[in-house]
């Protein structure tokens, strides 16, 4: 079955430091999205991703980043992590044609920033 | 600009009960509404995805139907169970039929418990 994974699940980094999180789908989609969760804010969108080379910037962008080298990927990265980035980070990935633009979720990466 | 409201926030309710969560939107060009389910610490488990040209979905004791005109969608859940305690998020994506591109847009969902 086609499915998303996020790598790792549970993450404790040090102020300042580089963090990438992993985003790995096998459902063949082009769109793909990462998103963090924060209580009082519900889901808010980071970066995303129309396709191979594409990425564009969210609506909580700064600080972030992410590269799109294949279909299946789309790591995220902290540049240098403050502890306001502490958060649930959910990838996403969807279709684009009719049949298929139903949005899957990953399982989270829980990160905490000290 | 699109916006996604639920009502009601929280919900408790006693198990058997058949019970309905709304979703409103401001503009009534979508592309689709999902409803997703999400427990606490977990993920987003998508529910039912209801097309632009749809006007129900059906998945078990899951029903979700949707009104473009008036902007409105509900989830009908039959004979609730303890188990179906969750947070429950509705999001549309706009745009209308050309909406392939665009992002989903959530509701903040509403947080139900059915006690046993």
């Known amino acids: 079955d086609a499915e998303i994974t996020q790598s790792p699940r549970h993450k404790i980094t040090e102020t300042g430091r580089q963090v990438t999180l992993a985003c790995h789908q096998t459902w063949n989609h082009n769109n793909m999205f990462w998103y963090r969760q924060d209580l009082g804010h519900g889901l808010r969108l980071i970066h995303y991703s129309y396709g191979v080379h594409d990425t564009n910037k969210g609506e909580v962008s700064d600080g972030y980043s992410v590269s799109r080298s294949n279909t299946e990927d789309l790591p995220l990265t902290l540049e240098s992590a403050a502890s306001s980035q502490t958060s649930v980070y959910f990838c996403?990935?969807?279709?684009?044609?009719?049949?298929?633009?139903?949005?899957?979720f990953g399982p989270g990466t829980r990160l905490t920033v000290l | 600009k699109q916006e996604v409201t639920q009502i009601p926030a929280a919900l408790s309710v006693p198990e058997g009960e058949n019970l309905v969560l709304n979703c409103s939107f401001t503009?009534?060009?979508?592309?689709?509404l999902q409803w997703f389910r999400q427990d606490p610490g977990k993920g987003l488990t998508s529910l039912l995805l209801i097309q632009s040209s749809q006007r129900e979905q059906t998945s078990g004791r899951l029903n979700a139907s949707l009104d473009k005109s008036s902007g409105r969608s509900t989830l009908y859940i039959a004979a609730s169970q303890p188990g179906d305690s969750a947070t429950y998020l509705c999001?549309?994506?706009?745009?209308?039929?050309?909406?392939?591109?665009?992002?989903?847009?959530f509701g903040a969902g509403t947080r139900l418990a059915v006690h046993p």
């Open positions: 999001a549309v994506i706009p745009g209308g039929f050309s909406g392939g591109y665009n992002k989903l847009i």
């Open positions: 503009d009534s060009a979508i592309y689709n």
């Open positions: 996403a990935s969807r279709g684009e044609l009719a049949g298929d633009n139903e949005q899957f």
